[in-house]
């Protein structure tokens, strides 16, 4: 019997003081199905219809897929050194392991924290999304009226029904999904590249680099660029439960960041061709924004097409924050089963080897932020969408900063035989310094960002949430560090045995058998 069919094995043994570890379902999910999860969380559909036009209309201009361009090129650069890191740890904490291998345990609590945070409220914010894009699509193309607190209901439930089965059967109805939403953006982009363009032809303006920092506010247009990636980073977090971890996560990290880069850079370059250089702008500033994907797909497919494109926003969106919630109970497993938070959350599902019970959290916590947006008035978009994004995207560009920096930490400590001028210092500390700037564009940038919610009080308050976790995290390392040792020893270091970091501060009571590679360890 494989092991994708087995009954997960029982908790693996672990070091004096420390939870017993059970284990997430080995060989559930391979190369494909790993970066269907990543590239749902990147949602390319909503991505490019939600920050495209944002873009084009208020930042770099029509040298919008020269922004994607040159975030194509970061990424890449600071994914050089993340899969250098997945190829020797394998932990369903992904930055929390990371970190915490690379620039100690303190900074590793304090960025787990803070990972925890993002991928909680991101999936409160895509719900926002899907509801605002459920409403009116079903509105305007079925007649029906429904508060949007019925369809963010809905995918709640869902989505808590999905994740607590094996992670295959979510991969499997992501990439249903995924397919379907990048085959409509395909589709009108080679139908504009095969009739030669709109009214200017096929330009290259939009695709020269130096225009990337051109237009009203570059920067703006850049942030944005980097935004449409948040997620791709997710890869790593399935390594535990993937085939061939070693081999898969690295593949599947640089397939999601170039893939979806270059898809990003042909979509957007061919829906500015379609509309033509002023019109595209002139639609993006508008009071329909969507406009500039309609219009073209409209003009060079048809009518059907459109009426296609708004229910796939829905299904885009949905994928995206199931997804999401993936990561985010994967994260509140990878604490809970060291004992942090509450060791209940590091139990998994006795049949399917989900982490049910951080599922569970995840769920109840994501319908509270909801709930709390929908009795205050707020709208599914302006406010729960953008505030939360905007909230979660600020956290883990600082996580994703402090990963880079970790990198070049781990390998000058660890595995001479692995240190590579490029691999484990230059691109991580190039990953890194641009990661730093994208920081800095977001904070820039916030208070357009936020739009119409920019003078709420939750946004007022979003530096000083980040703030507050990040330095808790800090201060809980601190204190376990002198008052708890044995359970500071643990942090981030539950990974799986095959990957397991032989150092002289901790050893396994019980080393992991050689029949079974994938039985976790601290």
Known sequence: MSRADATPPPAAPSAPGTPPVQRLKANSVGLVGVVFMAVATAAPITAMTGNLPIAVGFGNGTGAPAGYLFATLVLTVFAVGYVAMAKRITAAGAFYGYISHGLGRIAGMASGMLAVLAYIVFEASIVGVFSYFAKTTVHDQLGVDLPWIVYAAAMLAVTAVLAHFDINLTAKALGVMLVAEIAVLFAVATAVLIAGGGPDGIPVEPVNPKNAFTGTSAGL???????????????????????????????????????????????????????????????????????????????????????????????????????????????????????????????????????????????????????????????????????????????????????????????????????????????????????????????????????????????????????????????????????????????????????????DEITPATPATPSDPSAATV
């Open 221 to 503: 247009g850049l942030f944005f660029a980097f935004w449409s990636w948040v997620g791709f980073e997710s890869t790593a977090m399935y390594g535990e439960e993937s085939r061939d971890p070693k081999r898969v996560i690295p593949r599947a990290t640089l397939v999601s960041v170039v893939g979806v880069g270059l898809f990003y850079i042909y979509v957007s370059w061919m829906t500015i061709a379609g509309n033509g250089l002023a019109e595209s702008v002139k639609l993006s500033a508008s009071a329909s924004p969507l406009d500039l994907f309609f219009a073209p797909t409209h003009q060079f497919i048809g009518a059907w097409a459109v009426d296609a494109f708004q229910w796939l926003l829905l299904t885009g969106s949905f994928a995206c924050g199931m997804a999401f919630h993936q990561c985010a109970a994967r994260y509140l497993y990878a604490i809970g089963r060291e004992g942090f938070l509450h060791p209940a959350l590091g139990r998994t599902h006795p049949r399917h080897g989900s982490p049910y019970l951080s599922s569970v959290v995840q769920t109840v916590i994501a319908t509270g932020l909801v709930a709390g947006f929908w009795l205050t008035g707020q709208d599914p978009y302006l406010h729960l969408y953008t505030l939360l994004a905007i909230l979660g995207t600020m956290a883990i560009l600082i996580v994703q900063t402090l990963c880079s920096f970790a990198v070049i930490g781990y390998f000058r400590k660890n595995h001479p035989e692995d240190r590579h001028w490029f691999r484990t210092f230059t691109a991580p500390l190039l990953g890194g310094i641009g990661m730093t700037a994208v920081v800095v564009l977001l904070v820039l940038n916030m208070q357009t960002a936020a739009g119409a919610a920019a003078g709420s009080l939750f946004f007022k308050l979003i530096p000083w949430i980040v703030g507050a976790v990040f330095f808790g995290g800090l201060g809980l390392g601190l204190w376990l560090r002198y008052k708890a040792p044995e359970r500071y020893e643990i942090i981030g270091r539950i990974v799986l045995e095959d990957a397991a970091e032989r150092t």
